[in-house]
T-cell receptor, first 113, second 111 residues
Framework: QKEVEQNSGPLSVPEGAIASLNCTYSDRVSQSFFWYRQYSGKSPELIMSIYSNGDKEDGRFTAQLNKASQYVSLLIRDSQPSDSATYLCAVNLSGGGADGLTFGKGTHLIIQP | NAGVTQTPKFQVLKTGQSMTLQCAQDMNHNSMYWYRQDPGMGLRLIYYSASEGTTDKGEVPNGYNVSRLNKREFSLRLESAAPSQTSVYFC??????????FGQGTRLTVV
């Protein structure tokens, strides 16, 4: 069964530190990987996309992809209380098709002031 | 630019009642999706429409039907609501099937 796995947390990180969120996926044909942020009671918001092995940086966010290990991560530098949310890892498990992203259950991140 | 718009935002149904959730996108996206989100279960795909004129079942289609009315609109129908369908429903759209953008959600309670 195709799956996306995340540690549900909560992950507690002091303000100003680096938050590291991890995700593994089951299918080697996957080519597209995404991180969403979801505040309580709100809809998921796309914050990062990554398609190639290595790192991709956007402001305080860095996504890392290792297809050989089937592993994708999100680093949040200089964590702020406003980063407290649930972070969802999503993967296009169909190798580029349009039949929907598969989501992990999310990691609840708490940034302690 | 409104993005993805869902109606209604909240709904309470009695068991056995029917309703239709509406979704519209103004981003000229080809693909549209309906997900449900339950505590501890994450987002699960109900139905999707990869392109105008096509619809397919996702992971949890039982008890639901969909209609892709045109390129902009994708509706989800509950024919006979059950308490197990109490959930938050999200519509999403995507240009290529990769990056997906979500509506604000519909919080449905079936009593």
């Amino acid at each position: 069964q195709k799956e996306v796995e995340q540690n549900s947390g909560p992950l507690s990180v002091p303000e100003g530190a680096i938050a590291s969120l991890n995700c593994t996926y089951s299918d080697r044909v996957s080519q597209s990987f995404f991180w969403y942020r979801q505040y309580s009671g709100k809809s998921p918001e796309l914050i990062m996309s990554i398609y190639s092995n290595g790192d991709k940086e956007d402001g305080r966010f860095t996504a890392q992809l290792n297809k050989a290990s089937q592993y994708v991560s999100l680093l949040i530098r200089d964590s702020q209380p406003s980063d407290s949310a649930t972070y969802l890892c999503a993967v296009n498990l169909s190798g580029g098709g349009a039949d929907g992203l598969t989501f992990g259950k999310g990691t609840h991140l708490i940034i302690q002031p | 630019n409104a993005g993805v718009t869902q109606t209604p935002k909240f709904q309470v149904l009695k068991t056995g009642q029917s309703m239709t959730l509406q979704c519209a996108q103004d981003m000229n996206h080809n693909s549209m999706y309906w997900y449900r989100q339950d505590p501890g279960m994450g987002l699960r795909l109900i139905y999707y429409s990869a392109s105008e004129g096509t619809t397919d079942k996702g992971e949890v289609p039982n008890g639901y039907n969909v209609s892709r009315l045109n390129k902009r609109e994708f509706s989800l129908r509950l024919e006979s609501a059950a308490p197990s369908q109490t959930s938050v429903y999200f519509c999403a759209s995507s240009l290529t099937g990769d990056e997906a953008f979500f509506g604000q959600g519909t919080r449905l309670t079936v009593v």
